[in-house]
């Protein structure tokens, strides 16, 4: 038997099914069925998931929106799959305090909110993007977490409750670094572990060379070969935590 397939039996019946196909099979069991974390998708689902989820909450977070602020990205969400992903690998629980920085449309945070997770907080620069975030939140039905909304800069934020900081690619390096200085600060006044998702991290040097922080995981961008991020990056999310 060639080691790239594998033999089924069924009565007289005989499947041959290529390799592929079983890591797909064992992938989609883990998500759907055992609600393991799950890194990676097969062909259609991120669609599937973007065209789901939207649909099944009445929300509007998709799009790409050029914004006109110093040092800021473009608005993008995270794709869904993917954050789902993200999310079950993070196993929040009541003692967490999630925070998306640069929440935008406030994909995460209406995601965040159907988990475990204590308290979610949205950040964002935009009061148009903040205000359409509030609407998408209204329209969860299952939210198990409470919410606050914060309208301003993530480097003025004080951080001193968060302990898991998400971004999605939301700035250049020159506020990266703010942040971060920011969390240290918190640290000495409330020492705690911080952990922080970097989705596209195109500024990951600034996260690299903090001594206060270790890299626990990266997941590759081929896992999602269907979302592509610019600059293209191998890494597509890299997991950080406070040593
Ligand atoms: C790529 S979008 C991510 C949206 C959301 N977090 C998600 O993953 O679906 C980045 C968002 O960050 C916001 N942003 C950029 N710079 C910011 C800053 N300094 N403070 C707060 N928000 C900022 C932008 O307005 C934009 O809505």
Redesign the pocket.
């Known amino acids: 038997m060639p080691i790239f397939s594998k033999i089924f039996r069924l009565g007289k019946m005989s499947i041959r099914l290529p390799y592929h196909a079983l890591r797909a099979h064992r992938m989609m069991r883990a998500r759907y069925w055992h609600h393991q974390p799950v890194v990676g998708a097969i062909p259609y689902e991120l669609q599937l998931h973007e065209r789901y989820w939207e649909k099944r909450f009445h929300l509007d977070?998709g799009g790409w929106?050029d914004?006109n602020?110093k040092?800021?990205?473009?608005?993008?969400?995270?794709p869904y799959l993917l954050?789902n992903d993200i999310l079950t690998h993070l196993h929040l629980g009541p003692q967490d305090v999630f925070v998306?920085?640069?929440?935008?449309?406030?994909?995460?945070?209406c995601m965040a909110a159907r988990t475990e997770v204590g308290l979610v907080v949205g950040?964002?620069?935009?009061p148009a993007?903040l205000q359409q975030a509030k609407q998408n939140l209204s329209r969860i039905p299952d939210r198990k977490a409470e919410v606050q909304w914060h309208h301003?800069?993530?480097?003025d934020f004080d951080f001193h409750q968060s302990t898991i900081v998400?971004?999605?690619?939301?700035?250049g390096a020159e506020?990266l670094q703010k942040v971060v200085d920011q969390l240290e600060e918190t640290l000495h006044r409330n020492p705690r572990t911080i952990r922080i998702v970097y989705?596209?991290p195109v500024h990951q040097e600034v996260l690299t060379k903090t001594p206060w922080l270790q890299t626990t995981q990266s997941w590759p961008c081929a896992a999602y070969a269907e979302f592509t991020i610019q600059p293209p990056n191998p890494t597509l999310v890299s997991f950080w935590k406070s040593k």
Do not use: H
């Not at 040092?71 to 995270?78: C, I, P, Q, R, S």
């Open positions: 977070t929106v914004i602020f040092d800021g990205m473009l608005y993008e969400a995270t954050l998306d920085l640069g929440c935008g449309k406030g994909r995460v945070t950040i964002e620069q935009d993007f301003g800069l993530a480097q998400y971004m999605f690619n939301p700035f506020t989705a596209n």
